[in-house]
């Protein structure tokens, strides 16, 4: 069998668990799964060592850490879109908010900013390695295979670069994006949770509403402050 049935299969024993079915024996994944016992069993026991399955093969302790990740994140996702909108009325550019992903910032939630011009991205869309929202991701992981991870593609020198950068941002607590389109311009920063970064949330729109503006700077701060007040109402979650 291939690693990747292993992993299907070792999918389909974790999906019998519901609330009817708190915990699961052999016989009950041999009879649902049309496996022999033996076989179950097997499945059983090495999701038990892995975390998955706990003593009497109900959900483990790896299985509640994502459960607490999936409710932290559904309840960020309930309290950003009223922020952002108000982030987004008040300096007149997109906000967008981000969770890390396997290759980078996965956008999450977008509020588009009201004005001739409108700059938006799509949600779902996994943003570069030098995208605001990936920087300031990454400057403040606590697992530092994640930056590992997300700069195995570049060269030495690259990935020697996007460290002093991910350095920047974490002295300044802010990330600005670099792309290479002309014009645009992206800044982000961190959303904190008791412990650690939750989210990056951006603003997107032209250099000049951004960098050279008169009310650039204000706009900065206001990003900075709309992302304070985010990070104290999870922390108090």
Do not use: C
Not at 11 to 39: I, K
Not at 86 to 109: K, W
Not at 149 to 165: D, K, M, P
């Amino acid at each position: 069998m291939s690693d990747i049935q292993s992993i299907e299969r070792a999918a389909a024993v974790l999906a019998l668990l519901d609330q009817n079915t708190r915990s699961l024996t052999p016989a009950l994944v041999s009879e649902r799964l049309g496996l022999n016992r033996t076989t179950a069993h097997r499945y059983l026991s090495s999701l038990q060592r892995a975390g998955f399955l706990g003593a009497t093969f109900g959900p483990g302790p790896l299985l509640d850490q994502l459960s607490a990740l999936v409710s932290v994140r559904q309840q960020i996702l309930s309290l950003a879109p009223p922020i952002m909108r108000r982030l987004s009325d008040e300096t007149g550019l997109t906000t967008v908010l981000s969770f890390l992903g396997l290759a980078g910032a996965v956008v999450t939630l977008v509020e588009e900013g009201e004005g001739t011009i409108v700059l938006t991205v799509r949600i779902g869309t996994v943003l570069e390695l030098k995208a605001a929202q990936s920087r300031v991701l990454l400057a403040f992981q606590a697992d530092s295979s994640a930056m590992t991870r997300a700069h195995a593609g570049l060269s030495t020198t690259q990935a020697a670069q996007e460290y002093e950068v991910l350095a920047a941002a974490r002295r300044d607590r802010m990330a600005w994006g670099d792309l290479g389109h002309d014009g645009l311009a992206s800044v982000a920063v961190p959303i904190f949770g008791q412990h650690d970064v939750q989210a990056a949330m951006a603003m997107i729109g032209t250099t000049a509403m951004l960098r050279t503006s008169d009310r650039a700077a204000q706009r900065v701060r206001q990003l900075e402050s709309a992302a304070q007040n985010f990070s104290s109402l999870i922390a108090r979650m």
